[in-house]
């Protein structure tokens, strides 16, 4: 049975979309909806990241806010099957950042790596704000020393330093994308390093690609599929 979430997230991708995007995003969404019912992750670790927030109920979102899109969460095994796609990774030698991180999701799940750094990114205060408590609440393992979320708008987040594996879950449109790509090339360009890009549910192939990115790995799980790339 659909409830007043499904219905305003299938109005907002109408208005969005249109008819034919709106019911291929809407049949993905109950999908997922219905696998975060069987995963039962909040249920297993205190915290609350399954419910779906479109994005037309957000406020203060800036500029940028007609390329974001809905939020919802990552599956803890399909978030697994393509951070496994990199094969072995030295995780202490890498920064791990999800743009556009919503509620935290994924930014719980690599925090049970040891990657020297954990780092959420969202534009969204309100997503921020329930990040930062999923982040406190959370009860399941935790062996990055540091874990973070930052409010930032993706397209002007400052590239940190070092080893970075970057998470994307289709998370805004082409032109937010392309700029973020820019910002990834010329963080390498100018401070040569191993980058590697996570893009689940890959909506512009396309654009990486032209961006110079090499593909390294291709998979697909029940709910999307992901791509992986190197950017060196």
């Known amino acids: 049975m659909l409830d007043r979430t499904d219905v305003r997230i299938f109005w907002q991708s109408l208005r969005a979309w249109g008819p034919r995007e709106a019911v291929i995003d809407f049949t993905h969404y109950y999908r997922a909806k219905r696998h975060e019912r069987a995963d039962r992750f909040d249920e297993r670790f205190g915290t609350e990241t399954s419910r779906m927030v479109g994005i037309g109920s957000l406020a203060g979102l800036g500029a940028n806010g007609a390329d974001a899109i809905h939020y919802w969460p990552t599956r803890e095994c399909e978030f697994t099957a393509t951070l496994d796609s990199l094969g072995e990774l030295d995780h202490d030698s890498f920064t791990f950042v999800d743009l556009g991180c919503g509620k935290g999701r994924v930014v719980l799940l690599a925090a049970a790596h040891p990657f020297r750094r954990v780092v959420g ?26 874990v ?85």
């Open 121 to 146: 990114v969202d534009f969204s205060p309100a997503l921020v704000e329930v990040a930062r408590e999923n982040v406190i609440r959370y009860t399941g393992p935790v062996k990055a020393p540091v």
């Open 148 to 232: 973070r979320v930052e409010a930032c708008d993706a397209a002007e987040w400052v590239v940190p330093d070092g080893d970075l594996v970057i998470y994307m879950f289709n998370p805004f449109g082409p032109q937010v994308m392309t700029r973020v790509l820019a910002n990834l090339n010329d963080a390498v360009r100018a401070q040569p390093r191993r980058l590697y890009l996570l893009y689940y549910s890959p909506e512009y192939p396309e654009l990486v690609e032209e961006a110079g990115f090499r593909l390294l790995a291709e998979g697909s799980g029940e709910n999307w599929g992901w791509a992986v790339y190197s950017c060196q």
